[in-house]
């Protein structure tokens, strides 16, 4: 699944490490969901998007949907 966690992190000058602070997961988490190895859990993506005051599907984007949101 891709993702805008890393641009956001890089927005905010945070580290993987610093980010994995905030949502109470290792760095090595963080490094797994940015590059698509991981997905989150729902609770890990409701967290994420409300530090980053966004909505789940602006961060994530569910590829198998052809890249078309209606």
Do not use: C
């Amino acid at each position: 699944m891709k993702n805008r966690l890393k641009v956001l992190r890089a927005m905010r000058n945070w580290s993987q490490a610093e980010l994995g602070d905030h949502l109470d997961v290792s760095r090595q988490a963080v490094n797994a969901i940015e590059t698509g190895k991981y997905d989150p859990s729902l609770p890990l993506a409701f967290k994420m998007a409300r530090l980053f005051g966004l909505r789940i599907e602006e961060i994530f984007d569910d590829e198998s949907d052809g890249g078309q949101h209606g």
